[in-house]
């Protein structure tokens, strides 16, 4: 088996008396996507910014390829590979769609410590920036100002953006939500193409799109995690049937 | 060409040309060149604030102790016996730079209100600071025995070299701060500015980015405030005073808080406003301020942000 990427070793997180994360262990390999679903409440936002680094665990501990980032900070895992999109999409908007993937092209470019030239006149991040976004399929958007994107491409945007930075991992909180149903089949769609190119932590709420997706599925429910399993595996389960998704969905 | 036409841009180059030919169409007497010396030299700080506020998103009230920084150097080198520019200026603007450095360490790691209180806390302690230095006349400041030479020419003396001198440095600040917004580091910073999360999620630490522009920011200031005193020939705690803060944060907003080149703008508008109305009237201050208010009002994008109708029809656009 090849060696995981990301591995979450009994993480911990309280916050007063309320363990909102208890022993979550997990693994995130070459290739595949990790989808992580759970009831509202199930801890799931707390460990995707356990897993960022925006929330410090109070014990356990997470590796990036193998090294131990439990103590550094969003930017240092930023640049150690990990690149996530948030559920509020979180895109520059008054930059155009090119500048934003340009500027995360910029991140893995040498120093940003550069004062003379005109950054938007540097071809090579351009060119590249151009090619990026004509991957995620928003070439003929480019020059828009982000803010003025529909909402569907915001989402575009924001995965151009976090492929543009070369990553190990993306972390993809809810790059669904508040997409229309045309919008969910093509990010659906380039999903399924990105993970060729590094492995995905998935965390989303539409259940047919996690089975369509996944690889592999792990279910939390009240900081704890039940189980990890193909989705065939997860929808035999029991306990995660009477947890989580509840008889009327499966009727 | 046609990126020369937009308001953002015409404005200030027809500010700067304005102030090129004054002193030859009878703008050239004393009082006149006084005046306009004096708005240039606050345009060079506001412009210098503008790349803050603009770029960075920091609003600081404590933007004229970097100018009271530099020219109080100047003051303390004059009672050392020291007249020479070529130290007094770059001393200035080291010396504004690591006041600058040292406050922002601190003042960068706070933001929004906070950030504003504390650089207005850190231009009160130099102020006071100021007020006690009884070797430079405390309260009631230090009168320079001369204007600084350079290498013993005294370009500084002359009213139309010294008004091409402050014209010059105002464009060249100009020309720093809009090539330092549009490098990869003002990328950094603007993008900071509107969506920290999304800049440190790409490994970016907005922070060396905003203090080295703090830094910057602060260097261009004591430059202004050593012009300043060689200006007035004369230093007061009153360069370092918070209002005068306040009314170079003011210019920014008047002129654009979009456009770096709009405090070039806002600046002028704002000390010939003053000038103006003060000779007219007494109580000018009655008409001044609402004034300023009428003007945040009608042009909430500042003077260079183009005419409210036709910013509404450009937005209309940009949505469609």
Known sequence: ?251 | MTRLLRPSLLLPLLALAALAAAPFLGFGDRFALTLLSRAMILGMAAVSLSLLVGGAGLASLGHAAMMGIGAYVVAALDLAGITEGAIAFPAAILAAAAFAGITGLVALRTSGVYFIMITLAFGQMLFFTLSALSALGGDDGYTLYGRNTFLGADILTPRLSFHFICLGLLAASWGLCAMLSRSRFGRVLRAARETPLRVEALGFSPFPYRLLAYVIAGGIAGLAGALLANAMEFVSPAVASWPRSAELLFMVVLGGVAQLPGALVGALAFVLLEEGLAHVMSAWKLVFGPLLVLAVIFLPGGLTGGLPWRRRKQERRADA
């Open chain 1, 1 to 251: 088996m090849p060696e995981p990427i990301l591995v979450l070793d009994k993480l911990e997180k309280h916050f007063g008396g309320l363990a909102v994360t208890q022993q979550v262990s997990l693994d995130l390999r070459p290739g595949e996507i990790h989808a992580l679903i759970g009831p509202n409440g199930a801890g799931k936002t707390t460990l995707i910014h356990l897993v960022s680094g925006t929330l410090r665990p109070d014990a356990g501990r997470v590796l990036l390829d193998g090294r131990d980032v439990t103590r550094l900070s969003l930017p240092q895992r930023a640049r150690l590979g990990l690149a996530r999109s948030f559920q509020i999409t979180c895109v520059i908007p008054g930059f155009s769609a090119l500048e934003n993937v340009a500027l995360a092209l910029q991140a893995g470019d040498g120093s940003s410590f550069r004062f003379f030239r005109a950054a938007h006149h540097e071809a090579r991040l351009n060119d590249a920036a151009r090619a990026t976004l004509d991957e995620v399929g928003l070439g003929a958007r480019a020059t828009i100002p982000a803010g003025a994107l529909s909402h569907g491409e915001r989402r575009q945007l924001e995965l151009a953006v976090a492929i543009a930075t070369q990553p190990r991992l993306l972390l993809l909180d809810e790059p669904l939500a508040g997409a229309g149903p045309e919008e969910t089949e093509r990010l659906i769609g380039l999903l399924q193409r990105l993970k060729a190119r590094c492995p995905i932590l998935l965390v989303e709420h539409d259940m047919q799109a996690v089975f369509a997706l996944a690889d592999r599925i792990s279910v939390l429910n009240q900081g704890q995690l039940i189980v990890t399993g193909s989705a065939a595996q997860i929808q035999a389960h029991p306990e995660v049937q009477t947890a989580y998704l509840g008889e009327d969905e499966f009727a």
